[in-house]
């Protein structure tokens, strides 16, 4: 398996530095979207990915900076001469699906592109989900995030290897330890409270305090990646989802205090073999 890092900026913060989330996963000859960020194409063609042969993507959970891009890569899909893709995701994609289709549809100017966005396919991973995927077998947990939302960690696994990625979550031993066991590379979310201290410079009381219940009581600090990588045996922690205003050697050194393996900060185009 091979990932490449089409986007791993947070939030809605605009970052000119980094995407909004995304990556691309390949074994042999199957190629997936691991959620599909706005602005996540741009960077696929940076780094020298071809959208057209995607045959999947797979969400997280549903909140823009994660799943809006799929309105794009439907449009530009419409002109392929493949077949469909598949959509996997959590409670509410079929919705979400036949919402970004309309949107698609504005562009389909022939049978042809109004066929293939009708053959678009949605398979919901509800928790606790295995399947086989492009040869890959796929677990799904459940993991905090936001109310009235599910949001799912992912396993792949293939060719005796082993990926886990978060998604947006809390601090979630409970789900995360077990599915990360054992895992070579576990890919999750994470930021440092010296970050959340550059961000709430010059608010007031009640928006500082603001500011830091709603990254606190929704997203994971790389304190906690850390902490769940150790726990789980993990052999490299990739920590992406990233504020602006996040430094590479503060987030490096936060996950240090919980883990002695192998620490990689993501950025947009960085391909790892797993």
């Given amino acids: 398996m091979r990932i490449t890092f089409c986007?791993?900026?947070?939030?809605?913060?605009?970052?000119?530095?980094?995407?909004?989330?995304?990556?691309?996963?390949?074994?042999?000859?199957?190629?997936?979207?691991?959620?599909?960020?706005?602005?996540?194409?741009e960077r696929m063609a940076d780094?020298?990915?071809?959208?057209?042969?995607?045959?999947?993507?797979?969400?997280?959970?549903?909140h823009f900076d994660h799943a809006m891009g799929v309105v794009e890569l439907f449009?530009?899909?419409?002109?392929?001469?493949?077949?469909?893709?598949?959509?996997?995701?959590?409670?509410?994609?079929?919705?979400?699906i036949e919402a970004a289709l309309a949107f698609a549809r504005v562009n389909a100017t022939s049978d042809y592109t109004r066929n293939w966005l009708d053959g678009v396919s949605v398979e919901l991973t509800r928790p606790g989900d295995e399947r086989e995927l492009g040869g890959?077998?796929?677990?799904?947990?459940?993991?905090?995030?936001?109310?009235?939302?599910?949001?799912?960690?992912?396993?792949?696994?293939?060719g005796g290897r082993t990926l886990v990625y978060s998604g947006d979550t809390t601090y979630a031993p409970d789900a995360m330890v077990p599915l990360c066991e054992g895992a070579d590379v576990l890919v999750h979310e994470g930021y440092t409270d010296l970050v959340l201290e550059r961000?709430?410079?010059?608010?007031?009381?009640?928006?500082?305090?603001?500011?830091?219940?709603?990254?606190?009581?929704?997203?994971?600090?790389?304190?906690?990646?850390?902490?769940i990588a150790r726990e789980a045996g993990v052999k490299t922690l990739v920590l992406t989802h990233l504020m602006p205003d996040e430094r590479d050697d503060e987030l490096v050194a936060d996950a240090?205090?919980?883990?002695?393996?192998?620490?990689?900060?993501?950025?947009?185009?960085?391909s790892l073999e797993v």
């Fill in 7 to 41: 986007g791993t900026g947070a939030g809605a913060a605009v970052n000119p530095r980094r995407g909004a989330s995304s990556i691309h996963l390949s074994h042999g000859d199957t190629q997936l979207l691991v959620d599909t960020g706005p602005g996540f194409m």
């Fill in 47 to 62: 780094s020298g990915l071809d959208a057209d042969a995607v045959s999947g993507v797979v969400f997280s959970h549903l």
């Fill in 75 to 96: 449009s530009r899909l419409i002109v392929r001469r493949g077949a469909p893709v598949t959509v996997f995701g959590p409670r509410d994609t079929d919705s979400y």
């Fill in 136 to 158: 890959m077998q796929v677990r799904s947990v459940e993991v905090p995030h936001a109310p009235a939302l599910e949001c799912l960690a992912r396993r792949f696994e293939a």
């Fill in 199 to 227: 961000m709430a410079s010059g608010l007031s009381e009640a928006g500082r305090a603001g500011l830091y219940a709603g990254v606190r009581g929704t997203h994971s600090t790389a304190f906690e990646a850390g902490q």
């Fill in 256 to 270: 240090r205090r919980a883990f002695a393996g192998t620490i990689v900060v993501a950025s947009d185009g960085l």
